[in-house]
């Protein structure tokens, strides 16, 4: 590979980016954090409006967790929040970041991959990175047909054996670049490629890298009610632990029994129910479909059944409240004021290998 080529057009072509245009290992780490499976487009709003409120590690370890959940609300997979919620909480305690990768890879979320960014380019070391898009240039120039699962530490050590010293942070800027722009999973633009002299997989690439079977993902169903009183939503947070811990939701359960679920999870009795619809989300193990009624029940909300609390929630705050994108689409689909989807994420990379 033409390093030297590389480099030369990322500095020619590189897209502006608030982590790139002001660089730091707070903003290289929320970044990192937040672009893992999301899109550069979504997140950039999401990042400024985070930093706009914890712009260092230390407010962000001082912010509650609540606080830190609503502000990611929308961007789906919170325990990535949670993490670096905890990372900055680490680098409070110890009065600033590790400043080497091995130290990096210390803190919480934090695997080769981040590691490797914060230190390559926030840090200014001769680190290397590999995610999804550089696993693809170096199948790719090096024609490796295998999957990438597989071969982990020979990409490593081909990412490491281009490294330029003194360079790394551009030059893995400018792979993960080249792997999002010109050698694209699909359809790919070898002709505008920098380095295209010297690939050894310009005649065919996309037979490398081998494409890993997908798993069958499985289905459930799933139940919710919108229930209003006096302006208000009742709205139940989840669980501390699991799936979308901690965050709110419209009370519901697994399975087609509102009115059971009602009963056992907030202590309410079904008296009517009208169905609004259903909507289909696909976590990363399940693809779940939920009915949303509209619904009168009796009683007084209480939290049962796993939930940690039930509210009564003014319809105009219940944007606001930390949740997740399920739950925006569930509350779209009644129509509640305040809490429309916000634009779906598509994914950006595969989870880096972090
Ligand atoms: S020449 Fe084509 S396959 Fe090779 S690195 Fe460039 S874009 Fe990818």
Redesign the pocket.
Known sequence: MDVTALLAWYRAHRRSMPWRDEVSPYRTLVSEIMLQQTRVDTVIPYFQRFIGEFPTAEALAAAPLERVLERWSGLGYYSRARNLHAAAKAVAAEGGFPQDAEGLRGLPGVGPYTAGAIASIALGLDEALVDGNVER?IC??MAWAEDPKRIKARLWEQARAWLPKGEAGDFNQALME?GAT??TPSA???LL?P??AG?A??DG?ER?PAKAPKAAVPEAVAVAALLRDDGRVLLARRPATGLLAGLWELPGALGADLGAALTERVGLTLLDATPLGTVTHVFSHLRLHTTVYTAQAHGIAAAGGGYQEVRWVPAAEVDGMALSTLTRRTLALGSAPAAMPRKPRATRRPAPPS
């Open positions: 240039v790719r120039q080249l010109i050698c790919p633009s070898c490629c380095v295209r690939c997989g310009v690439p490398y």
